[in-house]
């Protein structure tokens, strides 16, 4: 089928513009069944989340969970939303005004920083072609997942994708695929970890919670798994941690499938059955805090643990606005950016000016 191109409004300018988009999932217009209809409509309608045979899963999606769901969920919303609104929005939008100001500040010139979601508002194809009014020629899309999942980052620069397959005059585009053995991300989470020790003392065991995926796909070559594992592993290490201490679990199964395990609700259970005195919990992969954390971990994960006899349970907030997290997205973001963007001083800059001043002489 071919696909109509919409022309590009594109302004032709002589100092052309990079683009950095940060995307991120994206959240309901509001706590409400209303608003979260149309948005579970479209994350569930995507197929690389929900990989069941398209004609059943609409049946299912708009027999069942569009009557059911929309109402649940609004209610966990509702106990996360703040007066600025739900918080994955809130953080997200932060991070994209913290990375442009520091990459002004380290001198980079000519970029526009953005970011999108993948579902809801506002949408991806929305903000490349404001990217596109605005100059920006190349373009680094950065997903805001630190491991790689095909429901997470792939969709995401899918959607990006699809965008750029309606313009005539596409950008140039490069894309980052995970960070999670990034060392300055890994180094932030240390670092967050260590000021809740700092304040509250250590814990007798660390908890890390990750979002879970069908099992399937992971049979199927999907690497998230291993890449939660890793995240693991590597900030375990960093906090001298030994295997005794800390433990990886996997939350929000969706379905009745079987979702990777160990299941992070039956991992809270059987910590606290055995008389964990002092958890500490936390969610490496989310960079900021959202529905996920702040009400299924920090809120249902602590009555889980209390109902079944543990002791302290304390949830340590994502990287937010934490000024270590902003230097390793800024980091990330300047890797991937070489040979596209220089500052006045670059070296080979330096030197081509050099050159023309003596061939003037
Ligand atoms: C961290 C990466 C994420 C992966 C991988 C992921 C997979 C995945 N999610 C669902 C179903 C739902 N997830 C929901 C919320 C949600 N999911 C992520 C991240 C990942 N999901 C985030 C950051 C959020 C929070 C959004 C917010 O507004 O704060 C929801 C919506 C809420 C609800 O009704 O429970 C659903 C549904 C599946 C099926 C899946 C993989 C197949
Ligand atoms: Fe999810
Ligand atoms: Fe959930």
Redesign the pocket.
């Known amino acids: 089928m071919a696909v109509p191109l919409t022309e590009p409004a594109f302004r032709h300018s002589y100092t052309s513009k990079t683009g950095v988009l940060l995307i ?5 217009d509001a706590p409400t069944a209303k608003a ?1 209809r149309p ?2 409509k479209q ?2 309608s995507d197929q ?4 069941i045979p398209k004609a059943l899963w609409w049946l299912i999606l708009n027999g069942i969970i569009l009557n059911l ?1 929309p109402r ?2 609004a209610e ?2 509702a106990s ?1 939303w703040s007066s600025e609104g ?4 809130v953080h997200t939008r932060k991070q994209s005004q913290l990375l442009a100001d520091k990459l002004a500040a380290a001198g980079l010139e000519n970029l526009v920083v953005d970011f999108a979601m993948r579902y809801g508002k506002p949408s991806v194809d929305s903000v490349l072609r404001r990217m596109r009014e605005q100059g920006v020629e190349r373009l680094l899309v950065v997903p805001l ?1 630190p ?1 790689y ?1 095909g ?2 980052v792939a969709t995401a620069l899918d959607e990006v994708f699809r965008s750029l397959l309606r313009m005539r005059n596409m950008p140039e585009i490069r894309t980052v695929r995970h960070f999670h053995d990034f060392p300055p991300y890994i180094e932030a989470l240390a670092r967050q970890v260590e000021a809740h020790w700092q304040a509250n003392g250590r814990g007798d065991k660390l908890l890390m919670s ?5 099992r399937f ?1 992971l049979d199927k070559g999907d690497p ?1 798994h291993c890449e939660c594992l890793k995240t693991g592993r590597l900030l375990a290490e960093r906090l001298q941690l030994s295997k005794e201490q800390y433990v990886v679990a996997f939350q ?1 199964r ?2 009745k499938a079987e979702w990777l395990k160990p299941y992070t609700a039956d991992t809270l259970t059987a910590l606290a059955r055995a008389g964990t005195q002092k958890l500490d919990v936390m969610c490496p ?2 960079v ?1 805090d ?5 009400e299924e971990i920090a809120m249902e994960g602590k009555e889980i643990f209390l109902t079944n006899g543990g002791g302290e349970y304390r949830y340590i907030p994502c990287l937010n606005e934490d000024p270590n997290w902003l230097n390793a997205l800024t980091a990330l973001v300047r890797q991937h950016l070489g040979g596209w963007i220089t500052t006045p001083d670059d070296p080979v800059l330096r030197q081509q000016r050099a050159q023309d001043s003596g061939a003037k002489n």
Not at 86 to 89: C, E, G, K, R
Not at 210 to 214: I, Y
Not at 290 to 294: H, I, Q, S, V, Y
């Open positions: 991120n999932l994206g959240t309901p979260l948005y579970l994350f569930l690389r989340v929900i990989e769901r649940k969920s966990k919303y996360i739900s918080p994955l929005l997942y491991q999942a429901s997470s990750f979002h879970g995926v069908p796909t998230y929000s969706f379905g992969g989310f900021g959202c529905l996920e954390t702040l």
